[in-house]
């Protein structure tokens, strides 16, 4: 059988890709400035100016008052003081006047009004001196006909619109924008109206990058998706390669049997990269066809979004005269160790918040197909090619996504999930706009060591201590010691197994477990532990448990599992069970807290949080979920 796979021509560094690229749009005169364009000022906001513009006239073109009062020559007023006031005639010596009306031909100077007394019909008093020119607006004050009001190379704000019709200007020369072609490959492609059948994949990448593109100045075309056919695709990127200055292939750039890009953009040009040693984004393609740049995006929407980024980007404020932008950057506390290949560049989306004096940057979800990292990440962290990772406590550089602002006023939770902190990081953001709270799920043990580092502003818990049978004191005192917190309920809720739809296994209790495959929470849950303990009342050994060992970090992902059909059963929440249609058998309550510290809790984010859990809409909301109880909701937990 003869294998059809394209293997890697390189692994090149960045900065070489990069280089290549350049050189090669250099080569073929493809790295100036877009030509102009002429635009009307009403459609020219954003754009950016392709020639300098000069005044036609000038701002203002003849002299004017500046206030509504009196023209007259300063010399007139020469010994006006309070005590010895100066009569004008009107309008002999004195022309009323109104604020931008011409000066009258041999005035000099406006009187206010305000510093005026009318004395008869024809006469005022003044008793004050003006100065010549005093309260007049002379020619050109603003701009004088052919200064320079604004350089080539500029972003168009508001104001400029105003000036560039201030000084005579009906319109505006500005850079093209640069002409994009984006073509989705694969045949397991479907458009998000379409119903999912197994197999098929949303294609949403388009939607992604398409968007990069408007952000950064250029405009697009989406080419319906491109069948597993090198000839189709190679067509495709000949046509586009003729009508735009850009063509992305989405997918088809890695080494399977069916990613054809690579073979495609040497046929149809020449082929500079595939292969570029960073993370996420390996396979990606860069080409040549008809002097045109061509770039194969790789397919998981993590690589596609950063080679949007690192590639795209720059390429396209190049075309339009600019710099490429810099996100600002700020310096970190990472949370959790990170491991990074040696020889690649690495790129991780960090969640990124302030408690107490201290910015923390905690990674999310390293998976080039977790598309949700992308929508959550505050920031960017880059690890340099050669480095081996990086461990918790270290200080970092990260480019933020968000402002400061936004970033201080976040609530920063770590620990146990639960479905309803989503809940309320909904009502947090519509009650209290500018607030928002950031989930990260570590468990319960795990949020109670991020309070013990000082890394959260809050952290849920539902930990059940086997000797007394209670939830979560113990371990605080245990695990936090002397650090001072509160602890409030946020819900009582049910805990049970979930188990496929039908319940084809008849599974009834933990007593079936031997019987079934099982995926587990991971060590230091709440979840975990409540099973350990039911276990051991039950003396079932964990080991005689098929799955025991495989973990998943939140009730929607056990859940996930076994609507999947990649597990039996798992052991959840009943609303998580509930959301994908599958069967609950209770096993326990449960009490789930919030612990805050102690120096937290005026903090207005935090009272907002409060205010919410005595909210009786929150309260309702959460209560005609499946399996919670509101009861104790804001009940302060004596220590």
């Not at 954003?46 to 036609?56: D, K, L, Q």
């Not at 458009?191 to 992604?208: A, H």
């Not at 998706?225 to 695709?233: G, K, M, N």
Request: one cysteine or more; proline letters at 6%; charged letters at 20%.
């Amino acid at each position: 059988m003869s294998d059809n796979r394209n293997i890697y021509l390189e692994d090149i560094p960045l900065d070489e890709a990069q280089t290549r690229l350049l050189s090669a749009l250099e080569s073929c005169d493809k790295w100036q400035s877009l030509p102009g364009e002429r635009v009307s000022l009403d459609g020219a906001l954003g754009r950016v100016t392709a020639e300098p513009i000069w005044a036609n006239v000038s701002s203002p073109h003849y002299h004017a008052a500046a206030m509504d009062g009196y023209a007259v020559r300063a010399s007139d007023t020469l010994h006006a003081t309070e005590t010895h006031p100066v009569s004008l005639a009107v309008p002999g010596q004195a022309i009323p006047v109104n604020t931008g009306t011409p000066l009258p031909n041999e005035t000099n100077a406006v009187i206010m009004i305000e510093n005026t007394q009318l004395i008869g019909k024809d006469q005022i008093e003044i008793r004050t001196a003006v100065a010549p020119w005093q309260h007049v607006r002379l020619v050109g004050e603003d701009m004088v006909m052919t200064e320079l009001v604004l350089p080539a190379n500029h972003r168009l704000r508001p104001v400029d619109l105003g000036a560039i019709a201030g000084c005579g200007h009906t319109d505006v020369l500005v850079r093209r924008r640069p002409r994009v072609a984006v073509l989705p490959t694969g045949s397991e492609l479907v458009s998000p109206n379409e119903s999912l059948q197994p197999g098929q994949v949303i294609e949403y990448n388009s939607i992604v990058l398409g968007a990069q593109i408007r952000e950064n100045g250029g405009e697009f075309t989406r080419w319906p998706a491109l069948p597993d056919e090198p000839e189709a695709i190679r067509s495709a990127i000949l046509e586009a390669s003729a009508s735009h200055d850009l063509v992305l292939v989405l997918s088809g750039s890695s080494a399977g049997s069916r990613d054809f890009t690579a073979r495609a953009v040497r046929e149809a040009g020449s082929l500079l990269v595939h292969g570029v040693a960073v993370r996420p984004g390996h396979p990606v393609i860069i080409g040549l066809v008809n002097a045109v740049p061509v770039i194969g995006v790789p397919g998981y929407p993590v690589s596609a979004a950063l080679t949007g980024e690192i590639f795209v980007q720059p390429m396209l404020y190049r075309w339009l005269g600019l710099p490429a932008p810099r996100r600002e950057q700020i310096k970190a506390t990472l949370t959790r160790k990170l491991t990074s290949p040696g020889g690649d560049d690495d790129f991780v989306r960090v969640a990124v918040g302030q408690v107490g004096d201290r910015m923390l940057a905690t990674p999310l979800t390293r998976g080039a197909g977790v598309i949700t990292s992308l929508a959550r990440a505050d920031g960017l962290l880059h690890i340099p090619r050669f480095s081996e990772g990086l461990n918790a406590g270290s200080e970092v550089d990260v480019q933020i996504y968000r402002s400061r602002d936004e970033i201080a006023q976040t609530v920063v939770a770590v620990g146990s999930h639960d479905p309803m902190l989503d809940l309320l990081s909904q009502f947090l953001a519509v009650r209290y706009p500018g607030y928002r709270l950031s989930s990260a799920n570590v468990g319960s043990l795990g949020g109670l060591m991020a309070q013990k580092r000082g890394e959260a502003h809050l952290s849920g818990t539902h930990l059940l201590d086997p000797e007394t049978g209670e939830y979560n004191t113990s371990y605080i005192h245990r695990i936090l010691g002397h650090t001072p917190v509160r602890v409030v309920t946020f819900v009582h809720r049910e805990q049970g197994l979930i188990v496929m739809p039908g319940n084809p296994l008849r599974i009834t209790s933990l007593d079936d477990l031997e019987r079934a495959s099982y995926i587990n929470r991971q060590r230091g849950a709440g979840t975990r532990v409540l099973l350990d303990y039911e276990l051991g009342k039950r003396g079932i050994d964990p080991s005689r448990v098929t799955g025991y060992d495989r973990e998943e970090y939140t009730h929607m992902a056990v859940a996930a599992a076994v609507a999947s059909g990649s597990a039996d059963c798992g052991m959840g929440i009943h609303s998580a069970a509930t959301a994908l249609g599958l069967v609950f058998i209770p096993v326990a309550h449960e009490r789930y807290d919030l612990v805050i510290p102690a120096q937290s809790f005026d903090l207005p984010m935090i009272r907002h949080i409060l205010s919410l859990l005595n909210d009786a809409e929150f309260r309702a909301a959460v209560a005609a979920q499946p399996g919670y109880d509101v009861s104790a909701m804001g009940q302060e937990v004596s220590l």
